[in-house]
C-alpha cells in the first residue's frame, strides 16, 4: 500500500492506494502493552465501516485523522511539528506487501524507513508500523557517535551527548549482542512525561523538562 501524508493543524489527511477491499486499522502498538483502540482517531472516511476497525475501501481512498496527542504512541501535528507512530495511522491489508509512505512538506524528516525518492518504504507491515516519522522545519540531527543519533527540535547539551555516548559504550561490553547498527532517539520535550516507546532501530521519547532520570531513560529504551 501506499500513503500520502498531508499534515495539517490538529489533523492529518491522508490519500491511500490499494487494493479495492477490506483495511484495518491496528489495535494495538508495538512496543506498548495495552489494547489503543487507535481507529477511534478516524474522523473521516471514503469507505464503509464493516467492524470496529476495519472498513470496505475502493482502491484509492481519503481519510482523515485528528492528531492531537502529546503522546508518541500516538498522533501529534502541529503548525510546525508532526510526529508520526505508524500504527496510529496506517491501516493494512495483508502484512507481507511493501507498505510506502509520502509526506507532503517541505519540512526536515527523520526516519528508519528506507528512503526511495520521495517516499520512504519497508518491505512489509511489520517494519513499517515499528519506524516513527518525525518532521519540523526545526528538527536537527545530532550524532551520539557513528551509529547513533537523537532526532529533537530541542537543544540537547553536549554534555548529555558525551555521557550517553560512553553509556551505551558501557553497556554493550556486557551486552554485546544488543547493539544496533543504525539507531534514532526520537526525542521531544513536553509539559507531561510520556517516557519512552522502544522500536526496532529506534525508541521515542517524550518527557518533562525536569526529567533528572533523562540519561536512564534513554539507554533503558535503548537496550528494551
Not at 554534555?159 to 526520537?186: G, M, Q, R
Not at 522502544?198 to 529504551?221: C, Y
Request: hydrophobic residues 40%.
Amino acid at each position: 500500500m501506499r500513503f500520502l501524508v498531508k499534515p495539517l493543524n490538529r489533523y492529518i489527511e491522508v490519500l491511500a492506494e490499494g487494493k479495492e477491499g477490506i483495511v484495518t486499522f491496528p489495535t494495538w502498538v508495538p512496543g506498548s502493552y495495552i489494547i489503543r483502540e487507535l481507529e477511534r482517531f478516524v474522523v473521516e472516511i471514503d469507505g464503509v465501516r464493516i467492524g470496529k476497525n476495519r472498513f470496505y475501501v475502493k482502491n484509492r481512498f481519503r481519510y482523515l485523522v485528528q492528531a492531537l496527542s502529546k503522546d508518541q504512541r500516538e498522533l501529534i501535528s502541529t503548525s510546525n511539528y508532526l510526529f508520526i507512530n505508524p500504527p496510529a495511522l496506517f491501516p493494512f491489508q495483508t502484512f507481507d506487501e511493501e507498505y510506502c509512505v509520502k509526506i507532503d512538506t517541505n519540512w526536515q524528516i527523520h526516519t528508519t524507513l528506507r528512503r526511495v525518492g520521495d517516499w520512504f518504504c519497508a518491505e512489509n507491515y511489520h517494519e513499517f508500523v515499528d519506524s516513527p516519522i518525525q518532521a519540523s522545519p526545526n528538527l536537527k540531527v545530532i550524532d551520539i557517535d557513528e551509529n547513533h543519533k537523537i532526532s529533537t527540535i530541542d537543544n540537547i547539551e553536549d554534555s548529555f551527548t558525551k555521557s550517553l555516548a560512553k553509556c551505551i559504550d558501557e553497556v554493550s561490553k556486557i551486552f554485546p549482542n544488543d547493539i544496533k547498527e543504525k539507531y534514532i532517539f526520537f526525542f521531544r520535550r513536553s509539559d507531561s512525561n510520556f517516557g519512552g516507546i522502544e522500536h526496532e532501530n529506534s525508541s521515542a521519547i517524550v518527557t518533562s523538562w525536569d526529567n533528572k532520570e533523562l540519561i536512564r531513560l534513554f539507554v533503558h529504551e535503548y537496550f528494551s
